[in-house]
Every structure is written in structure tokens, then in C-alpha cells.
């Protein structure tokens, strides 16, 4: 499923990320890469999600977290 896609308060692991290269190198430097666990903070389904990984709180535009594979992760 795609990271738009998640419910909210839910957390994911990312499987793959799907963008032009240098945005992935960005995403990559700030710490989403695969088997990365993301929790959904705010997912409204009309802009941004709000997300958190690695300690921080992230707002992802719709384009990005479109193309962001993810799967249910077990607690």
C-alpha cells in the first residue's frame, strides 16, 4: 500500500520509495530509507501527511507520500 493510504495513529515500515533521485537522496538524508517504521500522525487524505520517524515529525506533500511503499508493522 502507498504511505497516503495509512490510517492514522497506525505505524508502517517502508518497503520502497518510488521519486526522482535526488529526492530520495534528501528523504535518505534525513533518515526515511527502507525498513525505516513511520508512524502516522495526521493523514486528512487532502494535503500533507504528518508523520514521524526516527525521533522527528515530518510533513510529507501528497506527491511524496504517494509514491512511498509501506506495509503494517509488527509490534
Known amino acids: ?4 493510504e495509512g490510517k492514522n495513529n497506525h505505524i508502517y515500515e517502508v518497503l520502497d520509495i518510488q521519486v526522482e533521485l535526488n529526492l530520495e537522496r534528501r ?6 530509507t527502507t525498513g525505516t517504521k513511520v508512524m502516522i500522525l495526521n493523514n486528512d487524505k487532502k494535503g500533507a501527511a504528518t508523520v514521524k520517524f526516527r525521533g522527528t ?6 506527491r511524496i507520500a504517494d509514491h512511498i511503499l509501506v506495509k503494517e508493522a509488527a509490534l
Open 1 to 4: 500500500m502507498r504511505l497516503k
Open 27 to 32: 528523504l535518505e538524508a534525513l533518515g526515511l
Open 57 to 62: 515529525r515530518f510533513a510529507l506533500g501528497k
